[in-house]
């Protein structure tokens, strides 16, 4: 394995990997000067040549952003590529659902950003929870990402001379989002499809749409291949390949109301997981402030309603405990700006765990709006009045329309009806500074890694990082890992592969002959409860022990009396689900498990038995300043926790205040 500080000419005679270290947690950080760190990274690294590219397959799970990107910058030097997704589209990846933007230090605003202040934003809103050497890699990145996508032709917004338009985004004083109005996330996606369809066209890139991962293929401790099911006809598949790059997204869905599709999944990461690859800080998920309220049991998701919006519109409750008027009937001076009067230096622009607490803490208080008070309003009426109803609608338009259809109220005359729902999962599978696993081979990019947000992601920073990891880090770090290694050719005749086919059957034969009488949705549903009311925006041990126990004892009940209907033989939804939810199960347990064994509050990780006097989290980094990464030991064994210590060179650890 390479090592930190090992001159490049020692780094070049290794050419054996020697998987037995992957117990140790090393993340391999490049030595030097923060700022220098991966210049000096890709000065040094080893490089594959033209000719040895073409020898090379790479497995590339997930066509997001992150996934997308990174099997088309692969192809485009050269190699080939096997890239699979869920959907029958690459372009229906969740990332296409991105709506405010995506950060860049450009500072096309003059207002004062840089490299290095988005990298301190990123890190403080993060809460000192992130490795800094990868932060400020992104931060650095962010303008290359900006230049990429602009030559793909994405149609940022732009001002009326024609140079990008950037908005505000949580946890920062200056204007630094890059969008295409509410549909960046969309815009980004078609940037990034436009160069992988150029690449299957070119031959170097196949597509395996309709597949799901099901599991990891290891020889020799390395990871060399996967196994899929055909989610149409119920073939079960294998691939092999020299490397497998695992992008497929976030688990927030293990909550079943989220402001993710239903689609999305915790599979891949879990089965990696239970291969041997650490998961890292699975508690920290974050909360998003600002979306559709719950309603009843009948909703399949809660609609995000984009942060960006929050430029403009003003958060508040009446003053008064159970004001129950219409919000036009109750007069200025009866309305309480919250977030405005707590967090007067960014108001309406606090980082999301700290908006959804204090919208969270307003409705326990009796303040909420709504039949069930538990909403608070966004209203855009001071806005219209300033700027008028068309720049508004210029500006959310989309947004306003997707509200309306909802709601069948329209928020250009009634405030928008809030409440926070979960949305991003900032842990994920442990990853080296190159993106590599804890197994040799396997790397992991996007939101499906543990990241660089920390304990909590600022908004507009996901796509900023899946675009990072997948156009500028893997095709430097995967080429190290090809050049440095020695990988003799394996064929999915390997038994390796043979077993683990047989094991995916198993557990489908499994799945099916239950027979029971509750459906995978009624589980989900449960589980989802369990999760949002003790792991959810407040935590403490006494709910963390129990939801333990209630997790392990509706597991138990899962395996005897879920209902799947039809067969493995073809296209079966509830099949699809019945797996899913059953990774959600072992997951959700961890997340519990790493709440309870976090004693301090950070980021979007509220521990109510530490806070500050104000309410505010209250970090412990004598004990914690740490990323946990879990290593698993079978089923229903409890798991082994390791730690990376963090440390911190080019910042200062502090309180974080926005007030
Ligand atoms: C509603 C919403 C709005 C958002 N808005 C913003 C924003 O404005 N700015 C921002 O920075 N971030 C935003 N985010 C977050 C951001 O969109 C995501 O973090 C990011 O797009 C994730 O990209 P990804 O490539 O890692 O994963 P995804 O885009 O989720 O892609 C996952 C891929 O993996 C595939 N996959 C999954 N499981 C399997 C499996 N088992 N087998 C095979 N394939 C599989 C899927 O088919 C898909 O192709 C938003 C998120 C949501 C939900």
Redesign the pocket.
Known sequence: MIEIGRAPEARREQTMIQATERSILNSKIPAGPMAEKWSSFKANCKLVSPANKRKHTIIV????????AAAASLAELGYNVLN????DS?R????????????AAKNYQNDGDSVHRLFYDTIKGGDFRAREANVHRLAELSVNIIDQCVAQGVPFAREYGGTLANRSFGGAQVSRTF?ARGQ??QQL?LGAYGQLMRQVDAGRVKLFPR????DLVQVDGVARGII?RNLVSGEIESYAADAVLV????YSTVFFL????V???A??IWRCHKRGAYFANPCYTQIHPTCLPLLGESQSKL??M???LRNDGRVWVPKTKGDKRPPHEIPEVERDYFLERRYPAFGNLVPRDIASRAAKAICDEGRGVGATGYSVYLDFGDAIKRLGQATIKERYGNLFAMYEEITADDPYHTPMRIYPAP??TMGGLWVDYNLMSTIPGLHV????NFSDHGANRL??????Q?LSD?YFVIPYTLGDYLASNKLPKVGTDHDAFKQAVAGVKDQTARLLAVKGTKTVRDYHWELGRILWDQVGMGRNAKGLTQAISDIRALREDYWKNVKVGGTGDDLNKSLEFAGRVADFMELGELMARDALERNESCGGHFREEYQTEEGEALRNDKDFCHVAAWEYQGEGAVPVRHQEALSFEAVHLAQRSYK
Request: net charge negative.
């Open positions: 799970v997930g066509t997001g952003l992150a996934g997308g699979f997704c869920i959907q690459p229906r990846a969740h990332s296409v659902a991105a709506q405010g933007g995506i950060n969008y960046t996330g996606l597949r799901e991962m099901l899929c992008a497929t997204g976030g989220s402001t993710c599709a689609n999305c999944n599979t891949a609609t995000l984009s942060e960006s949305h991003y990019l996007g939101e499906a908004g507009a920073s996901a796509l900023m899946g997948g």
